[in-house]
């Protein structure tokens, strides 16, 4: 097939699984054509059969401000025709299955089929906008095809915007191969001394509740000895240095940034923090437990489809903060329960494994390009 991919180029779950699910199926002979304002993050280097198209956004005096979602509705069509494209997959429905919407209007009636994957906030938060919620519902009806990323996404989606449309999930994946704990990896030297290794990845937005990750750990750090290495960046950083500086323990929480490799860092983690107010899947957690690293996360979203209670790790309310740390003391200290634990994290990430989830996509695509060809047949 010829595919093209539509997604936000930057650090975040939706950008990563179109970014890894496009690299995944031109490897299996498809062609892909990325399809964005900059090169995806996890799109570095070569790859066979993949090609990245640039969103350009002209200028104008009279423009106050850029005009997206047109110049990619154009970017769209341009590449459609050129291309030859079967199918238009959008991750993020907010703008991309508005500008897929747009081109396919434009290119009718050699309009490609149009997949819209919903990935979270896009509809827990910025679609409910009372501004954006009928053009989401619009938008969502008139795709040819709809996943969502965890059941409880589908279920909001179908609620809240009152859509009556079929929507078909299929989970986040990682590629088990790839995500897999270096057993020889040199440790930092904290590991060594017996330093417990606790890690927490994230867009630092108000909806991860980063500040909830730190004072997790300030309960941690003073029963078991150990650091906290936060991953990633945005609006919430400098609240977060702030609070350590706060609690004084500034000397044992590490800002490292955007990280392109995290599989060396999860190698040497003994837990991963996910409290966060919404998740629809919660795909950096996924990314630990392939990496054998137990989770304790808050209960909301699509976490309960991912980690089990109890095995994988703990779920607890959101905002239980003394909840949460109790259950990371009771397994960083006790080393039998956090291998079991750790083992079994390995064993239901390897459930998410990229071979099995991506000829899901695979059969999805095919499906919807089945009924469309039925109702041309059928003079629909
Ligand atoms: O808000 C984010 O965490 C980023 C967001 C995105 O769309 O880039 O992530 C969402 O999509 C991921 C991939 O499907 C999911 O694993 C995350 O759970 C989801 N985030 C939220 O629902 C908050």
Not at 180 to 202: D, E, F, L, M, N
Request: hydrophobic residues 40%.
């Amino acid at each position: 097939m010829r595919i093209g991919i539509t997604c936000y180029p930057t650090y975040g779950g939706s950008g990563v699984v179109a970014t890894e699910l496009g690299k995944a199926l031109a490897k299996r002979g498809h062609i892909v054509h990325f399809i964005s304002y900059a090169i995806p993050s996890r799109l570095t280097g070569y790859y066979d059969n993949v090609i990245y198209h640039e969103v350009e956004i002209s200028t104008y005096p009279l423009f106050d401000f850029p005009l997206y979602t047109l110049a990619l509705a154009s970017k769209m069509v341009e590449v459609t025709r050129y291309e030859k494209l079967d199918i238009l997959h959008c991750h993020y429905a907010i703008p991309h299955a508005t500008s897929a919407y747009l081109a396919k209007k434009i290119l009718e009636p050699y309009a490609p089929v149009i997949i819209t994957t919903l990935h979270g906030t896009d509809i827990t938060l910025v679609g409910l906008e009372p501004s954006f919620l009928p053009l989401m519902k619009f938008t969502i009806e008139q795709s040819d095809g709809v996943t969502a990323v965890s059941r409880f996404l589908r279920e909001k989606t179908l609620t809240h915007y009152g859509i009556e449309k079929e929507i078909e999930v299929i989970p986040n994946f990682v590629d088990t191969n790839q995500f897999q704990r270096i057993k020889q990896h040199r440790c930092s030297a904290y590991s060594q001394q017996g330093v417990k290794i606790i890690v927490h990845t994230s867009n630092f937005r108000p909806v991860k509740r980063v500040p909830d990750v730190i004072r997790i750990f300030y309960e941690i750090q003073k029963k078991v000895p150990s650091i906290l290495l936060l991953i990633g960046d945005g609006p919430e950083r400098s609240l977060c240095e702030h609070l350590c500086r706060e609690l004084h323990i500034e000397d044992k929480v590490k800002f490292l940034g955007k990280q392109q490799e995290i599989v060396p860092i999860l190698s040497c983690a003994d837990l991963f923090l996910m409290p966060s107010q919404s998740e629809s899947f919660g795909l950096s957690a996924l990314e630990a437990m392939a990496c054998e690293v137990p989770v304790i996360s808050s209960s909301v979203g699509g976490l309960p489809e991912l980690q089990v209670h109890g095995q994988t790790g703990y779920i607890a309310e959101i905002g239980d903060i003394d909840r949460m740390a109790r259950y990371a003391i009771e397994l960083l200290t006790n080393p039998s329960k956090h291998k079991t634990f750790a083992s079994a994290a390995r064993q239901r990430a390897l459930h998410f494994d990229a071979e099995r989830i991506v000829p899901l996509y695979e059969q999805f695509y095919e499906k919807i390009l089945s009924q469309k060809t039925a109702s041309i047949y059928n003079g629909a």
